[in-house]
């Protein structure tokens, strides 16, 4: 009814405008041209699924009710603290425009994150529910919980559940549980949950993170991202907070095919690239009966196309598995997988069996130098315009933190 009446007071005004128009003419001049004349469409945006708007946000009243559609660009102007129950922004629809962070901060303080039922059936927590535009420049902190609820795979992630757009120069501090109680999968990432399709670049996180995981399917931790799939990039990464992954279903035959524990991905399947990334300080904890645990990524799914390179796994431990390996373990054929150029911490330990070692052994006081990652030899880590070094954690940190 309110459309209605819009249009019915933009039609009168026209035909006012018209009949003077036509009064004008004939009374003198000849009247104007036509390139003086109202615009037929008054309406500058005449698709409702796509926004041109830019909106300021300093409140969180403000970011709740910010725009979502493609096209619209929203700019952070203050930290924001969010506390009590949250609802993931934009709900299951997404976000499709540009939220610039704007180095600002949203802290969660003892929050509980609900989860959005996403139309590929799955539930997505955080921040976001679902990305399929860019996220930039934004740091998220503080801590926050979820009870996975029964019927679907959940995705859970400090920026987003699940994204299949952009998240670059951006960083979580913050600490993340995910408890599983039910049969379906659980992917936890300090980041986002699950990346499909999507890219990551230059992202950091601090904050340690624990899946917690009962039921017969299992589940997969990593501290920048749960699973990786498809055509996913992960290009410049860190990652110095703890991964716990406490899934304890059954053993199936021998071995477990739903878990991964990794430093940065908990699973890679498809025709992902990650490369640039490294590990320091927190350890990896994967599951006491059996799991996919490694430094860098938990389990590889063999296929031909993936692409793992220029890494480094400076854990202090990995712990609680069966098959524990400094750059990642395999469920499939290995060989199918592009590694090359991967390091890892010359003296790391491993509780479980190791599998197999791949990348090359570094001593860790080799890595306490900054010359060691910018040299071309190594890792030629771009340190005039990507990375900056830290000089009393004595590792790269990005540029624009």
């Given amino acids: 009814m309110k459309n209605n009446k819009v249009l019915l007071s933009r039609l009168s ?19 104007s041209s036509g390139s003086d004349q109202p615009n037929p469409n008054p309406n500058p945006n005449p698709n409702p699924g796509v926004s041109n708007s830019t909106t300021h946000v300093a409140t969180l009243a403000e970011l709740q009710n910010m725009e979502c559609r ?14 009590g129950t949250w609802q993931p922004l934009c709900g299951a629809s997404g976000f499709k425009g540009t939220f610039d962070g704007a180095g600002k901060t949203i802290s969660f303080q003892q929050a509980t994150v609900e989860n959005v039922l996403l139309a590929d059936g799955t539930f997505a927590v955080g921040l976001f529910g679902l990305v399929e535009g860019t996220i930039k420049n934004l740091t998220v902190a503080g801590d926050f919980t979820h009870q996975a609820a029964n019927g679907h795979n959940t995705f ?7 994204s299949e757009g952009t998240i670059k120069d951006s960083k979580s501090t913050a600490h993340l549980t995910l408890n599983q109680t039910f049969t379906q999968l659980a992917f936890l990432g300090g980041i986002v949950g699950s990346l499909e399709d999507g890219t990551l670049e230059h992202v950091a ?31 410049g990464c860190y990652n110095v907070g703890t991964v716990e992954n406490n899934t304890n279903s059954p053993v199936i035959q021998g071995k477990v095919t739903l878990r991964g524990t990794g430093g940065i991905a ?21 599951a006491t009966d059996g799991d996919y645990t490694a430094t860098i990524v938990g389990q ?6 993936a692409n793992i390179s220029n890494t480094v796994a400076l854990s202090n431990s990995i ?4 098959l524990g390996t400094p750059i990642a373990t395999s469920f499939g054929e290995m060989g199918s997988i592009s590694m090359s150029n991967n390091y890892y ?47 009393q954690a004595l590792r790269p940190v990005f540029i624009w933190e």
Wanted: aromatic content about 10%; hydrophobic content about 40%; overall charge negative.
């Fill in 13 to 31: 005004y026209l035909s006012a405008f018209s009949m003077f128009a036509l009064v004008v003419g004939c009374g003198g001049d000849g009247g």
């Fill in 319 to 322: 712990s609680g598995a069966t």
């Fill in 156 to 162: 859970m992630g400090a920026i987003a559940g699940a």
């Fill in 300 to 305: 590889v799914k063999g296929t031909t196309g």
């Fill in 205 to 235: 996180a601090t904050g340690n993170l624990k899946l917690d995981h009962s039921a017969f399917s299992g589940g997969y931790a990593g501290g920048i991202v749960g699973g990786l799939y498809d055509n996913a990039t992960l290009d």
């Fill in 266 to 286: 908990g699973r890679l399947a498809g025709l992902v690239t990650l490369k640039n990334c490294y590990t320091k300080s927190g350890d990896v904890v994967g």
């Fill in 70 to 83: 493609a096209g619209s660009n929203v700019i952070l102007d203050a930290d924001i603290t969010i506390s």
């Fill in 345 to 391: 911490e010359s003296n790391y330990t491993s509780s479980g069996a190791l599998r197999f070692t791949v990348g090359k052994p570094v001593d860790l006081t080799d890595t306490e130098d900054q010359r060691w990652w910018e040299a071309t030899s190594n890792l030629n880590f771009d340190f005039t315009q990507v990375w900056k070094w830290d000089a």
